[in-house]
């Protein structure tokens, strides 16, 4: 009796996030959670998840700084991983973790890695664009004869990412001519990439700027929809992939549990449910293709070389869209 009483003690004296991994998921709980509920289920580690938005957590994880609970912080985009990191907030990941990954995939410092992959795309309307039609670069848009005939999302998260790699690659200055370019063209702004998506296929727009797998999940609804979605030129910032990833907070308690826990969103498990139920692009090679995806040595070539861990520039975007008049 004494014995167990010595151990209840010791137990409840522990710090929560001493007893059970604790992640800060900017990554939805609708999307997420059954890979959580699989990776308790294999490896018997209890799991806490804070869920919320990726820049809100990672506000919360710089408030609370040396006394935050948390292990992993799971975030929706690079540039948020940027942050904290660029602030020595995470610990640099094992090897083993980091070399699953192509380079363009992990942070230079090694202190954080993509678990997946969103492609940006130019989805269009095959019943009033042909193919043949279509822009070569995503700076052909500027073009007048697209005139009221885009659509784009300058308030969501996504869109903002892509504005921060396309500085990143061309320059403020260059980004920002584009931007009031397509403006003046009387592009039409969505709050998201769904209805954007939509308004394709009503007839709104012939063109948006969107991410891959949102039309995926229409056509997988619909084979008919009729919306169609393409790659431009390889190396064009249109093809820019942003991604998901994870990092050990260095005040984790946890870290082994840690490791285990981004160890297995980058195990061929992992990877497949990332493909073949949320249509994201894995970043490990081989997994089982989704037909709907390019195969990731493909997707390597295409995409921009675009350094991310510039990718923190969330203020210098916003500050160039509302000069612009976007927000």
């Known amino acids: 009796m004494i ?3 010595l151990t209840f003690l010791i137990l409840i004296s522990l710090p929560l996030d001493a007893q059970e991994l604790i992640i800060y998921s900017g990554r939805s709980k609708s999307l997420v959670e059954p890979l959580i509920e699989q990776f308790e289920k294999e490896s018997g580690i209890r799991v806490r998840v804070r869920y919320g938005d990726t820049s809100q957590l990672a506000v ?3 408030e609370e700084g040396r006394r935050s609970p948390a292990d992993v912080f799971w975030a929706q985009d690079g540039g948020a991983l940027g942050v904290l990191s660029n602030r020595n907030m995470f610990t640099q990941l094992p090897a083993e973790l ?3 990954t192509p380079e363009l995939f992990h942070s230079s410092d090694r202190t954080w890695v993509a678990t997946s992959g969103r492609a940006r795309v130019l989805a269009y309307a095959p019943a009033r664009v042909a193919p043949e039609d279509l822009p070569e670069s995503i700076y052909d848009l500027a073009d007048p004869k ?9 308030q969501n998260a996504s869109f903002q990412t892509f504005v921060s790699a396309m500085i990143e690659m061309d320059g403020r200055e260059k ?8 403006r003046t063209n009387g ?4 709050r998201s990439n769904v209805p954007i998506i939509q308004a394709l296929a009503a007839g709104e727009i012939d063109v948006g700027i969107t991410n891959h797998y949102y039309l995926i999940r229409f056509k997988q609804a619909d084979e008919n929809f009729s919306v169609e979605q393409m790659f431009l030129k390889a ?3 249109a093809n820019f992939v942003n991604v998901a990833g994870a990092g050990i907070l260095t005040t984790s308690h946890n870290k082994n549990k840690a490791e285990k826990f981004i160890g297995f969103l980058l195990s061929t498990r992992g990877q497949e449910f990332f493909a073949n139920e949320v249509y994201e692009y894995p970043v490990i090679d081989p997994v089982s ?3 709907a995806l390019l195969p990731l040595p493909e997707l390597l070539e295409i995409m921009p070389q675009v350094n991310i861990d510039q990718l923190d520039t969330l203020d210098e975007t916003l500050r160039l869209l509302r000069k612009v008049g976007l927000l």
């Open 175 to 182: 980004v920002k001519e584009w931007l009031t370019a397509i």
């Open 187 to 190: 592009a039409k702004s969505y």
């Open 289 to 291: 293709p989704n037909p």
């Open 60 to 62: 919360a994880l710089l």
């Open 3 to 5: 014995r167990f009483l």
């Open 146 to 154: 697209w005139s009221n005939r885009i659509g784009w999302a300058p």
């Open 235 to 237: 190396g064009d910032p």
């Open 98 to 100: 980091i070399e699953k």
